[in-house]
C-alpha cells in the first residue's frame, strides 16, 4: 500500500489554492483539504477566480449596428445544427435556445446559411371557455410549434438588408417546410377574459390557439434574419400557421428580419410592449396583427409590399406582378384590433386589399387607439379601414395614402363615431365616410386623384383647415345625414400667393375655393376664407433617429466572468464586485476601447465605477426588456457620505455607453425608508460627455434614473429606457445640442410585477404621481424626444431654466410624447424668447390623484409669470386629450397653438388663460359642457391678465361657449358677430 510520501513529488496543490508542496502530510488530510476546497468552491459565486481575456466580436458577413456577442452559437457541436439540405434543424436550435434560458439569458446565434425546419412539436393552452350563458369552465386545446423562446432569450443572425442588396435575401435564412395547410393555421375559441385596464372586468372575446413557427415568451427578441417558406407556390397559395407569434405578456421584439413569404407574419395576443422594427415583410394573407395590447406597442420603420419575396433571388420566387395580383386580392398589411395607445412611425404599405385595418376585438366593442408618424401606403384597393375607434381617436401625421382608380384611401364604415385627425396628409384618391357619427379632421392637407369627389361623407361632422384641392370641383359630398362642415382657407387653391408671415415665406391659402354638393337634411356649413388665420403647417422631414447608431470603435470584448448570482431564484448576491468591474473597462480601454460583457446573473455593485471612452458596458441583450433573467445590476448604493449629492453609480465617459442590462435599488424602502418614502440616491447613470449613450436600458425600481444635465452630453442617444423611478427618469441639459431620447416606457409596473430571482417589489404608484418628473429638458438645443411614454409621472415632460448654466430651454422637436395618469402633462416653467417647442401626435392624459388642480397644459407655474417670456411659444399639432383634468390648459404666459386637437375631457374651463396667448384651430372639444355659460362651465375663459384667445374652425359638442374678462380679445372664425360683447 502507498503511503502519503508517494504524493510528496507529485502533488502540488496550488490548483487548489494552496501553495506548498506535499511531503509529509497523511492521505487522509490531503483528501480533507482537498474536500474542503470542492466544498467551498461550490458555495463561492461562479467566476471569482477565472483569467478573463479580451478577445474579438463574433464575425459577420454584413454590417450590424452593434458587436455581435453570444455565448451560445447554433453551429456548435454541443447543439449540432447545420446549414445543409434536409437536415431538420428543430432539435438543435431548441437545445442551444434551452441552454441560454438555463444559463439566465442570452443571445442564440446563427451564422450566415440556409437552415431547414422540417418537424414541430406540440404544446397545450387552457382557456376558459363559455358554457352556458354564465358559466365558465377551463379546456385545454393543442397547437403546434416548432420553435419556442422562453424567457430572456434572443435568437438572432446574419441579416442583409435586401433594400442595400437590390433586394436579394442574404445571410441568415430560416426555411419552413413543416405547417403547410395546417387545419389550425390561425385557430380561435370563443372565451372570457379579464380585463386588467378596466377593474378586471369580464369581457367576452376569442384566444388564439393557432399553431405557429416561433412562439415568443415574455422578454424574447427574434432578430438579424430571415424566414422563407419554400414550398409556398404563388400559383397554389396554402396556408401556413403563424411565423412569430407573441402569445401574451410582455417585451416581444422583431428587428432586423425579413419576412420572404409568410402567410401570416407577427401575431401579438393579449400582450404589452410588442416592438416591430427595421423589418420587411411579404404576407400573403396578414403582415401584422394586434389584439389587446395594453401600454405601449410600437412598429418603427416596417415596410410591407410583395417585392421582397419577387426580387428576393430564392429559388421559385414569382414575378411581382404575380404576387401583387395576389396579395391585392387577399392580403391586409396590419389589422390593428384594440390596442391602448400603439406607436406605428415609418410604416410603408403597398399592393394589399387592405395596407391596414383598424376596429373592435372580436366578441366585443373595445376598440384602439393610436397615433402614426410617417405612415405610408399607397396602391391598394383600400388604403386604411377604419371600422372602429375608441373616444381617444387616431393621429395621422405626415402621412400619404394612396389608392388607384376605382379604389379608396380611406374608408369609416358605419361603427365609427369618434375622432380621426389626418395633419399634414396627401391623399390620392377618395376618403368615403359611412360613420354613424364623429369628427374627422384635416389639417394641412393635400387631396389630388380623385374621380368623383375627393371627400364623400355620409354622417357626422368634417373639419378641413388650410387644406389644397388639387383638381378646381368635386371637392366635398355631403349626405343625408351630415350634421356640420367646417371650413377655413381650404379648397382649390389655383395659384398661390407667397407673402411673409411670422417672419418667414409661405403660401397663403386664403383665395382658396371649394366644391360643395350638399344633398344633407340640415347640415350646418360654414365656409371662411381670411388671411388673418393663416398659420404655419406642421414641420416636414424631421430626423427621428440617430445617422450612425452608437457602438465602440473596436469589437474587442472582454467577458467579465465576476461573482454574480444565478439561477431562476431568488438568491441576491452578495460580494461586491465594483472594484473588478472597474478593472475589466479599464483593461479595456486600455486595449483601445471595446465592451465589457456581462454574462447573465445577478451582480452586486454598490460602488460607483466609470464607464471610459470608446467603452461599453454591455449585459445580455440585444433587445428592450422588462426584468426578466439577463445580466442585472443590483446595488445598495445610496451616494456614500454625500447622499443624495453624491456620485451617480454608473458614469459614462465621452462616447461611452451602456447596453441591454437591468438596474434595481434593493434598498430604496428599507431602514426606515418605505414606499410612500422611498430614499433619495443620486441618478443611478450620469453622462460626463459628448455622445454617450443608453440603449436598451430596464430600471426595475430606482430613485433616479438618467442624468445627462450635470454636463453638457451634445450628440447624447437613449433608446429604451424602461423601469420605474421614484423621484426622476431623464434629465437633460448642461447646453447640450443633437440629442436623442426616444422609446422610454416609464411604468410604476416595472416595480409591482417583477420576477422573481431578489427583486424587491415595489409599489411606487402614489408617491411617483406626486412627485416625479419623467423627462426634464432644461439648456438643450435641437433636441429630438420621439415615442416616450410616462405613466403616472407628477409632471409628464418639463421645461425649465438650467440649474448649472442658468439658461431656458431652446429649440425642440417632439414626436408622439404619452403622459398617462399625470398631474401636468406637459408643463413650461421657463422659457425665454428662444424657446420653441413643437409637439406632434401628443396623446396628454390626466387622471385623478392627489392634486387638487390638474391640466395636460401648463404654461408657467402662475399667472402672469415673468419666468415664461411673451415670446416664448409651444406648437402642438395633432394632439388627443383625455382622463379627469380640472382645466384642459392653463396658459400662465407665452404663446401657445393648438394645431389639431381632440379634448375628449376638457375640464371647466376647457382653455383658462391667465396671462399668454392661446390660438385653437381645427379641435374637438367632445366634452359636454352642463347648464349655461357662466362663470368656468365654458370652453374658452380669458382672465384679466391673459392677452387673447383666438378659436378658429374647431367644433364644440355644446355649442361655443366663452367667458371674457377682456371684450373683444376672444376672436377667431368661431366668433359671430353677436358674441362680440
Request: with cysteine; proline share 4%; aromatic share 12%.
Amino acid at each position: 500500500m502507498k503511503t502519503a510520501d508517494h504524493f510528496k513529488s507529485r502533488v502540488n496543490l496550488k490548483k487548489f489554492g494552496i501553495t506548498k508542496t506535499v511531503s509529509k502530510l497523511g492521505k487522509m488530510a490531503i483528501i480533507t483539504i482537498i474536500a474542503l476546497f470542492i466544498a467551498n468552491m461550490a458555495n463561492a459565486q461562479p467566476g471569482a477566480n477565472k483569467k478573463q481575456a479580451i478577445k474579438p466580436s463574433i464575425k459577420t458577413l454584413y454590417p450590424t449596428k452593434d458587436w455581435v456577442i453570444s455565448d451560445f452559437v447554433v453551429t456548435n457541436k454541443k447543439f449540432g445544427a447545420k446549414a445543409k439540405p434536409g437536415f431538420d434543424n428543430r432539435a438543435a436550435f431548441q437545445a442551444a435556445i434551452d441552454s441560454a434560458y438555463k444559463n439566465g439569458g442570452g443571445v442564440v446565434y446563427v451564422p450566415a446559411g440556409h437552415y431547414e425546419f422540417r418537424s414541430s412539436q406540440t404544446a397545450t393552452k387552457s382557456v376558459r371557455v363559455r358554457q352556458g350563458g354564465t358559466e365558465q369552465t377551463t379546456k385545454d386545446f393543442n397547437y403546434q410549434y416548432v420553435l419556442n423562446i422562453p424567457t430572456s432569450v434572443q435568437l438572432r443572425g446574419d441579416w442583409a438588408d435586401p433594400e442595400l442588396h437590390k433586394g436579394k435575401v442574404l445571410g441568415t435564412i430560416l426555411e419552413v417546410r413543416v405547417g403547410k395547410n395546417s387545419p389550425n393555421y390561425n385557430g380561435t375559441v370563443s372565451s372570457w377574459w379579464n380585463d386588467s385596464q378596466a377593474s378586471n372586468a369580464l369581457r367576452t372575446t376569442y384566444t388564439s390557439i393557432a399553431d405557429r413557427f416561433i412562439n415568443m415568451e415574455p422578454g424574447t427578441g427574434v432578430t438579424n434574419l430571415s424566414i422563407w417558406y419554400p414550398e409556398q407556390s404563388i400559383n397554389d397559395v396554402k396556408p401556413y400557421p403563424w411565423t412569430l407569434f407573441q402569445p401574451g405578456g410582455d417585451c416581444a421584439t422583431i428587428e432586423h428580419v425579413t419576412l420572404v413569404n409568410a402567410y401570416n407574419g407577427f401575431y401579438s395576443a393579449p400582450s404589452e410592449l410588442h416592438y416591430v422594427l427595421n423589418s420587411y415583410i411579404t404576407a400573403l394573407s396578414t403582415g401584422l396583427e394586434v389584439h389587446v395590447c395594453t401600454d405601449i406597442g410600437r412598429i418603427e420603420n416596417v415596410k410591407i409590399d410583395p417585392k421582397y419575396w419577387a426580387n428576393s433571388g430564392l429559388r421559385g420566387s414569382p414575378s411581382l406582378a404575380k404576387v401583387t395580383a395576389y396579395t391585392k386580392a387577399n392580403a391586409t398589411g396590419f389589422n390593428m384590433h384594440r390596442s391602448d395607445w400603439e406607436y406605428v412611425s415609418n410604416f410603408y404599405v403597398s399592393g394589399y386589399n387592405k395596407g391596414m385595418w383598424v376596429g373592435r376585438e372580436p366578441g366585443f366593442s373595445d376598440s384602439p387607439n393610436a397615433q402614426f408618424y410617417e405612415m405610408h401606403i399607397k396602391n391598394c384597393d383600400t388604403g386604411i379601414y377604419v371600422q372602429a375607434v375608441n373616444p381617444y381617436g387616431l393621429l395621422f401625421s405626415n402621412s400619404s395614402f394612396g389608392a388607384e382608380k376605382g379604389s379608396t384611401a380611406v374608408y369609416f364604415y358605419k361603427d365609427f363615431k369618434t375622432s380621426t385627425q389626418f395633419n399634414g396628409v396627401d391623399f390620392t384618391g377618395p376618403i368615403v365616410s359611412d360613420g354613424s357619427d364623429g369628427v374627422i379632421s384635416f389639417e394641412s392637407c393635400t387631396f389630388s386623384n380623385y374621380s368623383d369627389y375627393a371627400l364623400k361623407v355620409n354622417n357626422g361632422k368634417v373639419l378641413l383647415t388650410q387644406c389644397d384641392f388639387k383638381k378646381p370641383d368635386g371637392h366635398v359630398y355631403l349626405g343625408a345625414d351630415v350634421n356640420t362642415l367646417k371650413s377655413m382657407n381650404s379648397g382649390y387653391m389655383g395659384k398661390l400667393v407667397n407673402a411673409g408671415h411670422n417672419g418667414k415665406l409661405v403660401n397663403l391659402s386664403y383665395n382658396s375655393k371649394l366644391d360643395i354638393k350638399n344633398d344633407s337634411k340640415s347640415a350646418k356649413v360654414e365656409i371662411n376664407n381670411n388671411k388673418e388665420y393663416v398659420f404655419d403647417p406642421i414641420p416636414k422631414n424631421i430626423i427621428t433617429n440617430i445617422k450612425v447608431y452608437p457602438k465602440p470603435l473596436s469589437n474587442n470584448v472582454l467577458k467579465a466572468d465576476l461573482p454574480r448570482a444565478t439561477g431562476y431564484n431568488n438568491n441576491r448576491p452578495t460580494e461586491d464586485v465594483s472594484v473588478q468591474l472597474q478593472k475589466a473597462l479599464n483593461k479595456v480601454k486600455a486595449a483601445g476601447g471595446g465592451t465589457v460583457y456581462l454574462p447573465a446573473g445577478r451582480y452586486l455593485v454598490n460602488n460607483p465605477v466609470k464607464v471610459p471612452s470608446g467603452v461599453e458596458l454591455r449585459g445580455t441583450w440585444d433587445v428592450q426588456h422588462y426584468t426578466q433573467g439577463g445580466a442585472t445590476i443590483f446595488t445598495n448604493y445610496s451616494g456614500g457620505a454625500a447622499g443624495e449629492k453624491g456620485a451617480s453609480l454608473i458614469q459614462l465617459g465621452a462616447r461611452a455607453g451602456i447596453r441591454g442590462v437591468i438596474i434595481a435599488q434593493l434598498n430604496l424602502a428599507t431602514d426606515g425608508f418605505s414606499t410612500s418614502n422611498p430614499r433619495p440616491t443620486p441618478f443611478l447613470i450620469q453622462g460626463q460627455g459628448p455622445k454617450v449613450y443608453i440603449v436598451n436600458l430596464t430600471i426595475g425600481g430606482g430613485d433616479k434614473g438618467i442624468d445627462l444635465a450635470s454636463y453638457n452630453t451634445s450628440g447624447h442617444y437613449v433608446d429604451y429606457l424602461g423601469g420605474v423611478l421614484a423621484r426622476a427618469g431623464i434629465w437633460v441639459g448642461g447646453g447640450a445640442t443633437g440629442g436623442f431620447i426616444r422609446n422610454m416606457q416609464l411604468n410604476p409596473g416595472y416595480g409591482t410585477r417583477m420576477r422573481s430571482q431578489g427583486y424587491p417589489e415595489i409599489s411606487l404608484t402614489r408617491f411617483v404621481q406626486s412627485n416625479c418628473s419623467a423627462l426634464k429638458f432644461a439648456d438643450v438645443k435641437n433636441e429630438t424626444i420621439f415615442n416616450n411614454f410616462v405613466y403616472g409621472s407628477f409632471y409628464g415632460i418639463h421645461f425649465l431654466k438650467d440649474a448649472i448654466t442658468g439658461k431656458d430651454p431652446g429649440k425642440m422637436t417632439v414626436i408622439g410624447h404619452g403622459s398617462d395618469g399625470c398631474s401636468f402633462s406637459f408643463f413650461v416653467e421657463d422659457a425665454d424668447k428662444n424657446t420653441k417647442i413643437t409637439a406632434v401626435n401628443s396623446e396628454l392624459v390626466c387622471t385623478k390623484t392627489a392634486e387638487l388642480v390638474r391640466s395636460y397644459v401648463l404654461m408657467g407655474k402662475e399667472a402672469n409669470t415673468s419666468k415664461v417670456d411673451p415670446d416664448a411659444k409651444i406648437t402642438l399639432y395633432n394632439t388627443a386629450f383625455w382622463g379627469s383634468p380640472t382645466i384642459a390648459a392653463i396658459i400662465n404666459s407665452g404663446t401657445v397653438r393648438f394645431q389639431q386637437a381632440n379634448f375628449q375631457s376638457s375640464g371647466a374651463p376647457a382653455i383658462d388663460n391667465r396671462g399668454g396667448k392661446v390660438y385653437v384651430y381645427s379641435s374637438y372639444f367632445s366634452h359636454k359642457m352642463p347648464g349655461e355659460a357662466t362663470g368656468d362651465n365654458v370652453y374658452a375663459k380669458l382672465q384679466a391678465n391673459g392677452t387673447s384667445i383666438e378659436l378658429t374652425n374647431n367644433y364644440y359638442i355644446s355649442g361655443y361657449r366663452e367667458n371674457n374678462a377682456k371684450p373683444g380679445m376672444i376672436n377667431g372664425s368661431d366668433i359671430v358677430p353677436t358674441d362680440k360683447k
